[in-house]
């Protein structure tokens, strides 16, 4: 059952993939360019793709829960591939709404890459702790994650309309923040592949050292150490040693990995630009060229007020239910909690400056990038840095 | 003090109306040279926007600004995060002191946190204070809003202003002799059909469907306050207790903040942990990878009530209510309180045994077993001998004299000062006794206190939850629900059909996802020889309006 579950995923990644191609297909045919009259046959051939792939996810999810007794998303690999798979969900039901192929152009790449980036965690199916054993965590876990899902889809929204209406010939302001946020993505990318190249070859070095508690502590590294942990004794000296060492404060390891997904990223960026000749945003101008920006504006404005809803119910209602239950106190201050109250809080924000300022098109559009941007910093650096009550800590 | 607005239709408006509440038309001069009319509040009559006099119409419309609004969502929304850079105080150590743990884990930055205050950073003054400013906009601003908006609704006219649907985003005139007249019947056919309310007049047209989505946000506004009310009320003496309540295996002590009504007794504290070889094959990667997880903290009680009058000093006389196996995630009820697995410690020492024995020739001459919790002043044995508990310190350590002391009342460390008393020695031999130390202060004894064994015990810690601000906080929680989703998930469409001379004037008005409603005018007009209203707000650049 486990493996047949895991098999379905890899399925579901390669159906994803295949109907990313689809899409891009469907905006560079010339024939449906001419007619422009609904979505061209790629695009349907692409969606259809993109239903397997989530049939096929469904597959890995039910399978998952049945060999696991629980549903499977009680640790940063299962959270995260869930959160894909909702994603790829949103998109769909958006995409009978709106018909719009470069939205599937977008959106299927943003959930490769969540996937890709959930398996560099541990995959092991892991038993519940006793405060995770409770419906309410499951209920909880699900729907916040698909309201941060249709909120994602503004994310895509606001990408294809800043694509779109920027002017990337020039070096303003605007132009240059979007190639930073695309830097950050091919830096997602950076990372999966070097943990994926390292981890093939089974690399691990270790060190011992003393923590700020004057606890000592092992740390295992799964990629060449750039930096070393706070005076700490090389344990592995056959492999590669630290050039600096950081100070006692800093978790080096962590450190170390953000380093070379900086250094991948770069890699790949800077040969994309070798062969490309221009900025990633430019390069992807054209595939945005049949985009009505209105109707972009639109989709992401109404993924915020369907995802909204539906976030608050998970985020923060079925949270508190939860919390009041397994640790008698429905809030608790938790960074965890913070942050989810935090990207409500932004998302009320951007519903009264759309609704009553006025804020449309291209600020409305960088509202949603950088919403997307706190839900994955809860993701990624609450639940890997600032660890806390919820914190998949360790995994 | 007020002075009306007469619209040539003769409908009176309140003063500072944009648009008049009946047929629409334009009233204020600066608005008719523009395009597109300012629909958001249906040009209606708002307080701040009319008043600027006195410190109240200051106040009132500081408040009511949705700029102002959001700023202060901002500022929550900064400060917030602000506040998980480093664990707020109530998740550090509970032995560290705050004063010191900052700089000592984070340097400097560490230092100027604690310094600013951000380590207890939700419950500051100026923390609550912003969020009882949301609160206080949350108010006003909807009630500048609401009662003009409900009037301008209902008050509308069906035969609006040919100003009024000129100036609407959609907008169409037909030359009528182009129609056929059976293309009306059609087109209300098809408006009915999409669940559109007609109104007709002078034959007019208007199709409207969904007003109450207006009342969205209102409804979630309502649910905030009452939301924000209920969190306040904790701080009201009798709605909120939390307390911990550290009990025993064996033990019964009384609840706290139950008045002595209500006792609880610990039978046994349980801890497991998943093994590899009980659990589901699924899991035993995880376990060989992970080491111990746990599986389930469980403490097995049971709760009694005092019956009857307890006459002082006496042991209360106590009914049992139920047993009950109280986990994690599985809270125990009994009136408004709740018990919670909060905590535990695993193996305390509960009893300690001695051998009272002759140093020489180890010949013992009785045992004694001291209760740690509750000691003896003395224990007798046969033949004369008997030993007396001079002093007991449960958590011994020497002070800065070298003189003994207890940290605490929890028998970590014990120590004892005995005083052992036999035939040979009726005046008594002084021992100082402690975990793997004996000293004799008085010169070298004839008898030794041998140590025998020990006991332990397992300590459960229970939360005492008592909340009645909860079902206020699940019906704000509630209101505010129904509130965001009929303002999210229905939106409020409006559809003007006006024949005018000999011309038919069309025009459409919806608060949000104009995708939706262009899609089902396309619909209801299609083949009805009327023009399609477009989209005016293509071609004007000036069309997003603002509002202060
Ligand atoms: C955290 C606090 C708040 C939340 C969660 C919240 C939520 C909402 C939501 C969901 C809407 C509907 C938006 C839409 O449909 O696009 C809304 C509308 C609105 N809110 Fe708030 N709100 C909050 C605070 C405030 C504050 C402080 C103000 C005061 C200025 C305010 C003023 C308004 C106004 C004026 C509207 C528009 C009403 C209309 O046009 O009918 N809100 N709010």
Redesign the interface.
């Known amino acids: 059952m486990v493996a047949l579950s895991g098999n379905l995923l890899f399925i579901a990644f390669l159906l994803y993939l295949v109907g990313t191609a689809f899409f891009a297909g469907s905006i560079k045919d010339k024939k449906a360019r001419e007619k422009d009259h609904g979505p061209n046959k790629w695009a349907k051939i692409g969606v259809a793709f993109a239903i397997a792939g989530f049939i096929c996810q469904l597959g890995y999810f039910i399978t998952r829960w049945v060999a696991a007794g629980h549903a499977p998303v009680s640790n940063l690999f299962e959270f995260t591939t869930f959160f894909g798979m909702c994603l790829v969900g949103a998109f769909i039901v958006i995409y009978f709404v709106y018909k719009l192929p470069a939205l599937g152009l977008f959106t299927l790449p943003v959930a490769l890459l969540l996937i890709g980036y959930a398996a560099m965690f541990p995959r092991d199916i892991t038993p519940l702790v006793p405060s995770l054993q409770s419906n309410w965590l499951h209920i909880h876990v699900t729907t916040a994650a698909l309201g941060q899902a249709i909120l994602a889809i503004s994310f895509v929204a606001g990408l294809i309309y800043l694509i779109k209406a920027v002017d990337h010939t020039k070096k303003t302001k605007e132009a240059i923040w979007l190639e930073v946020v695309l830097f950050g993505v091919v830096c997602t990318l950076g990372f999966i592949i070097i943990s994926s190249v390292f981890g093939a070859t089974g690399y691990k070095s270790e060190f011992h050292w003393i923590d700020n508690n004057n606890v000592e502590e092992t740390l295992e590294y799964h990629l060449p150490a750039l930096v070393g942990p706070h005076e700490g004794e090389h344990l592995t000296p056959d492999k590669f040693s630290p050039l600096v060492e950081t100070p006692g404060i800093i978790n080096a390891q962590k450190l170390n990995t953000v380093l070379w997904s900086l250094f991948t990223g770069t890699i790949i960026y800077l040969l994309f630009r070798l062969i490309a000749r221009k900025r990633i945003t430019l390069a992807l101008q054209p595939l945005t060229k049949r985009v009505n920006l209105d109707l972009v504006d639109e989709v992401g404005y109404r993924s915020v007020l369907i995802g909204f809803p539906v976030f608050t119910l998970g985020a923060l209602i079925f949270a508190m239910i939860w919390a009041q239950i397994a640790w008698s106190r429905f809030w608790g201050w938790d960074p965890k909690e913070v942050w989810a109250l935090i990207t409500w809080l932004f998302y009320a924000a951007y519903l009264h400056l759309r609704l009553s300022k006025g804020w449309h098109g291209k600020k409305s559009a960088w509202l949603g990038v950088i919403g997307f941007i706190i839900i994955m910093f809860n993701l990624i650096v609450v639940n890997l840095v600032i660890a806390g009550l919820h914190s998949y800590a360790g995994s | 003090m007020m002075k009306q607005v007469k619209c040539e239709c003769g409908h009176v408006n309140p003063h500072g109306t944009v648009l008049c509440e009946s047929c629409g038309r334009v009233l204020v001069e600066e608005e008719k040279s523009k395009k597109l009319v300012d629909m958001?509040y249906e040009g209606s009559a708002r307080r701040s926007q009319t008043y600027n006099k006195t410190i109240i119409d200051k106040i009132w419309n500081f408040f009511s600004s949705?700029?102002v609004?959001?700023t202060l969502?901002?500022i929550?929304?900064a400060a917030?995060?602000i506040?998980?850079?480093f664990?707020?105080e109530?998740?550090i150590p509970p032995t560290e002191n705050a004063s010191v743990y900052y700089e000592?884990?984070?340097?400097f930055a560490g230092e100027v946190y604690y310094t600013l205050g951000f380590h207890n950073l939700?419950s500051s003054w100026w923390y609550l204070l912003l969020i009882a400013s949301i609160g206080v906009s949350l108010v006003i601003c909807s009630l500048d809003r609401v009662v003009p908006l409900y009037r301008a609704l209902k008050k509308q006219r069906v035969d609006r202003h040919e100003g009024f649907l000129r100036r609407q985003r959609l907008y169409s005139a037909t030359t009528l002799a182009s129609i056929e007249e059976d293309s009306f019947e059609k087109i209300k056919e098809k408006l009915k059909e999409k669940r559109y309310n007609i109104r007709e007049e002078n034959g007019s047209i208007l199709a409207e469907k969904n007003r109450f989505s207006r009342w969205g946000p209102y409804i979630n506004h309502i649910g905030l306050i009452i939301f924000l009310i209920g969190g306040m009320l904790r701080f009201v003496p009798g709605m909120y207790v939390?307390e911990l309540l550290w009990i025993r295996e064996g033990e019964t002590v009384v609840i706290p903040e139950t008045k002595g009504e209500y006792y609880l007794e610990n039978h046994e504290f349980i801890l497991e942990t998943?093994e590899k070889d009980k659990?589901?094959e699924?899991?035993t990667?995880?376990?060989e990878?992970?080491g111990t997880?746990?599986?389930?903290?469980q403490t097995n009680v049971s709760l009694y009530k005092e019956s009857g009058e307890t006459i002082a000093g006496q042991d209360p006389e106590l009914e049992k209510v139920e047993d009950y196996e109280l986990?994690?995630?599985e809270?125990l009820k009994f009136e408004q309180f709740?018990l919670?697995?909060?905590s535990y410690k695993l193996g305390e020492l509960s009893e300690m045994s001695f051998a009272l024995t002759n140093k020489e020739t180890n010949e013992e001459f009785g045992q004694m077993t001291i209760d740690l919790h509750n000691p003896q002043d003395e224990y007798t044995f046969e033949n004369g001998y008997s030993v007396e508990l001079m002093s007991y310190f449960p958590d011994f350590e020497f002070d800065e004299n070298s003189e003994p002391v207890t940290k605490s009342r929890v028998p970590n460390n014990p120590a004892f000062i005995f005083k052992m008393f036999s035939p040979e020695h009726p005046d008594g031999e002084v021992s100082f006794v402690a975990i793997q130390q004996t000293i004799e202060p008085y010169g070298d004894n004839d008898l030794k206190m041998a140590f025998k064994g020990v006991d332990t015990q397992n300590v459960s810690a229970l939360?005492v939850?008592k909340d009645l601000t909860?079902p206020i906080?699940a019906i704000g929680?509630l209101i505010?629900?129904i509130g965001?989703?009929q303002g999210?998930?229905w939106n409020h469409r409006r559809i003007w059909i006006r024949r005018l001379g000999d011309q038919v004037l069309v025009a459409g008005h919806t608060n949000?996802?104009?995708?939706g409603l262009k899609r089902e005018i396309t619909h209801v007009f299609d083949g009805s020889g009327i023009q399609e209203p477009i989209d005016q707000s293509?071609e004007t650049t000036n069309k997003?309006?603002?509002?202060e």
Not at chain 2, 293 to 297: E, I, L, R, S, T
Not at chain 2, 512 to 515: F, L, Q, T
Request: charged fraction near 20%.
């Open positions: 958001r949705v700029k609004g959001v969502i901002i929550t929304l917030s995060a506040g998980t850079i664990p707020q109530m998740y000592d884990q984070y340097g939700y939390d998943y659990e589901s699924a899991f990667t995880a376990i990878n992970n997880v746990a599986k389930n903290f986990r994690v995630n809270p709740a919670y697995q909060q939360t939850r909860l906080l929680g505010f629900m965001v989703v999210a998930y949000k996802n104009w995708h293509d997003k309006g603002k509002e």
